[in-house]
């Protein structure tokens, strides 16, 4: 009757589907001519979102696109359609590293930076961020990179959106990894150590210990290494509770000093006004 008709439960095996495919290919029409986006359906791995018009085979992104292309197919393709395709030669195509390796001397546009960051940050300045190796798109012959993959996404869906893009004239200083280990030492304790330091000394100025046979410094001391020890991340869980084990025998022992004040009924005598015991004869 030259209706459309959805062929995910017909025995269409996805080698007949990619023989047959009509005009748009793998790419969905529905979104290119509603949203004027670049759904690339190769994605689905099954023929759920697939109908078949005019002995054609079309792919649709989503279920609510493929209801919309099965009541009114004609808006579609054909010559009801708004947009075609783009040529291949102009679609966008995601490249590996070793691919863009193997493309030098060609640099990336926008010299590295996101492009789908800096416009949807509505090209505001913190919307500058450089793009990673690993989410390269190489679109009318020019390679770009992004930040995430969402936003690698993004720009293959919306790439004429995304690639007409000018940075502005200044821009922030280039980002440069600098090894930890390079640092100077209050450099490297303020990266390294400086949280679990903190949360140290909050402790031992909170609970204030005091061992009976060390003095108040001593006994701080061993607070604070007990806890490093205790609430490490990088030691083992063994570990870890071996020496929360010792700081809580440290803190018991640091109560007695308070409990014998409080069960203790006479008051504190200095030792040379204490009476003198003589020694049996």
Request: glycine fraction near 6%; charged fraction near 25%; hydrophobic fraction near 35%.
């Amino acid at each position: 009757k030259g209706l459309a008709a959805c062929i995910a439960d017909l025995c269409v095996t996805p080698k007949e589907c990619l023989a047959g495919l009509g005009e748009y290919g793998q790419y969905c029409p529905v979104s290119l001519n509603a949203r004027g986006e670049l759904f690339d359906c190769s994605v689905h791995a099954t023929l759920d979102y697939t109908a078949e018009y005019k002995r054609k085979y079309y792919r649709m992104s989503t279920a609510d696109d493929l209801n919309r292309f099965l009541s009114t197919p004609e808006m579609y393709c054909g010559e009801g359609a708004k947009r075609a395709l783009p040529p291949k030669e102009q679609l966008p195509r995601r490249r590996t590293a070793a691919d863009v390796k193997a493309m030098f001397p060609k640099q990336m546009e926008l010299q590295g930076y996101c492009s789908v960051t800096y416009l949807d940050e509505k090209k505001k300045y913190e919307g500058l961020v450089p793009g990673d190796e690993n989410f390269v798109v190489e679109y009318r012959e020019k390679l770009f990179c992004f930040a995430t993959e969402e936003y690698l996404q993004k720009f293959l869906r919306l790439p004429e959106t995304y690639s007409d893009v000018k940075l502005p004239k200044k821009l922030p200083p280039i980002r440069q990894l600098v090894p930890i280990a390079s640092l100077p030492m209050l450099g490297f304790m303020e990266q390294a150590v400086a949280d679990n330091i903190i949360k140290s000394l909050t402790a031992v100025g909170c609970f204030k210990p005091k061992h009976p046979y060390v003095d108040a410094k001593r006994s701080a001391l061993l607070y604070v290494g007990y806890h490093l020890k205790a609430f490490n991340p990088k030691l083992s869980e063994y570990t870890r509770s071996k020496y929360k084990k010792k700081l809580a025998l440290f803190e018991e022992s640091c109560q007695l000093i308070s409990y014998l004040g409080e069960k203790m009924s006479g008051n504190y005598v200095q030792p040379q006004k204490r009476p003198k015991i003589g020694r049996a004869v």
